[in-house]
């Protein structure tokens, strides 16, 4: 049924625990392939050399951290855990992995670290359950 499983993870706790469910869902169904993305905001080029350097180093390690907690937060599971840190709009990165690695499911928290935490629904996970090329998992 779902043999391609994609999780989205940002670091905020609904996407650590999408990360803990998704992976208590490929223990139950033993997938093909896992794959965990995390993608951070485009640095913008007017900053300048060398703090435009400093600002993507500094979103680099951010990401690979966010990357560390979601991973640790998985454990063990049946299949090898492919990951991908991307640049650029957080819901357009994860539309194009799923569509590019045919994925079957997305998995991904109901709200992220965004400025409106407030909301029922985030709008990086209102656009890709608008958009995705598959099934979402919104996990709360």
């Given at each position: 049924?779902?043999d391609?499983?994609?999780?989205?993870v940002?670091?905020?706790?609904?996407?650590?625990?999408?990360?803990?469910?998704?992976?208590?869902?490929?223990?139950?169904?033993?997938?093909?392939?896992f794959?965990?993305?995390?993608?951070?905001?485009?640095?913008?080029?007017y900053?300048?050399?060398?703090n435009?350097?400093f600002?993507?180093?500094?979103?680099?390690?951010?990401?690979?951290?966010?990357?560390?907690?979601?991973?640790?937060?998985?454990g063990?599971?049946?299949?090898?855990i492919?990951?991908?840190?991307?640049e650029?709009?957080?819901?357009?990165?994860?539309?194009?992995?799923?569509s590019?690695?045919?994925s079957?499911?997305?998995?991904?928290?109901s709200?992220?670290?965004?400025?409106?935490?407030g909301?029922?629904?985030?709008?990086?996970?209102?656009?890709?359950?608008?958009?995705a090329p598959c099934?979402?998992?919104?996990?709360?």
């Open positions: 049924m779902f391609k499983i994609l999780l989205a940002d670091g905020s706790e609904h996407a650590l625990h999408a990360a803990r469910t998704a992976a208590e869902l490929a223990r139950t169904i033993k997938p093909k392939e794959r965990v993305v995390v993608s951070y905001d485009t640095i913008p080029m900053l300048g050399e060398p435009l350097q600002a993507i180093d500094d979103r680099k390690k951010d990401a690979e951290e966010i990357l560390d907690k979601a991973l640790k937060e998985i063990e599971i049946p299949c090898e492919h990951t991908e840190v991307l650029g709009d957080s819901a357009v990165n994860i539309i194009e992995v799923a590019t690695r045919n079957d499911v997305i998995v991904m928290g709200r992220g670290l965004g400025r409106l935490a909301l029922l629904l985030g709008s990086t996970s209102q656009k890709v359950v608008a958009h099934p979402v998992l919104i996990v709360r």
